[in-house]
């Protein structure tokens, strides 16, 4: 079974602009959350997504968002993009609520660099 | 709210010597513990997981970690490493979503 999938791996952006990450579980998998990961701030929760439906929010500023497709695939976006939003952006897929498995599996991640 | 701790930033072993990492969490509420492992400019992959039942958990790399509900800690422990095993890990805590917490990770150099 593949695994979790992102694209870009890569990315340049300048300040100001805005940035899609995309993010492509693994099959069968219904929930998607996404992490941001800083040296200085360590691995922070941005939000989840299940069933097309945002299920909980980290405490990010609402230049962050997300959505979710109903093939369980998500994008997260970035507007006004500052320095400090140069991060390794973690996807993470996992069954959903109610089916017992808590457990997340990690995308690669999508390296976001602003200059 | 919930918080995880892992003291050591860093953590150097010889090859085939034994190691512990340390985490400790705080919850007010029942917690479904998790250890990842994150190899340079790659994602974070699952290594073991607490969910209920027998308090060890092993993985089939030879990690195990114990779940000790009154320490509130989930340490990890590996008999013997090996060079393959220099990595940096994290510990991640929740109650019941998929919203984690994750300690501030533990950088792992194993000497040859």
């Known amino acids: 079974k593949a695994g979790v999938t992102q694209t870009p791996r890569y990315l340049i952006k300048t300040r100001g602009q805005q940035v899609t990450l995309s993010c492509s579980p693994i099959?069968?998998?219904?929930?998607v959350s996404w992490y941001q990961q800083t040296p200085g701030q360590g691995l922070q929760f941005l939000f989840e997504?299940?069933?097309?439906?945002?299920?909980n929010k980290g405490n990010f500023p609402g230049r962050f968002s997300g959505r979710q497709f109903s093939n369980s695939r998500s994008e997260m976006n970035v507007s006004t993009l500052e320095l400090g939003d140069s991060a390794l952006y973690l996807c993470?897929?996992?069954?959903?609520?109610?089916?017992?498995?808590?457990?997340?599996?990690f995308g690669p991640g999508t390296r976001l660099t602003v200059t | 709210a919930q918080s995880v701790t892992q003291l050591d930033s860093q953590v150097p072993v010889f090859e085939e010597a034994p190691v512990e990492l340390r985490c400790n969490y705080s919850?007010?509420?029942?917690?479904?513990l998790f250890w990842y492992v994150q190899y340079p400019n790659q994602g974070l992959q699952l290594l073991l997981k607490?969910?209920?039942?027998?308090?060890l958990v092993e993985s089939i790399n030879g990690f195990e970690a114990e779940f000790n509900k009154s320490q509130t800690s989930f340490h990890l422990r590996k008999p013997s490493v090996h060079i393959s095993d220099t990595a940096e890990y994290f510990c991640?805590?929740?109650?019941?979503?998929?919203?984690?917490?994750f300690g501030t990770g533990t950088r792992l150099k194993v000497l040859a």
């Open positions: 991640a805590v929740t109650s019941g979503t998929y919203k984690y917490i």
């Open positions: 607490y969910l209920s039942g027998s308090t």
């Open positions: 993470a897929s996992s069954l959903g609520p109610g089916t017992g498995h808590y457990e997340q599996y």
């Open positions: 997504y299940f069933s097309e439906t945002q299920r």
């Open positions: 099959s069968g998998h219904r929930s």
């Open positions: 919850s007010s509420v029942s917690v479904y």
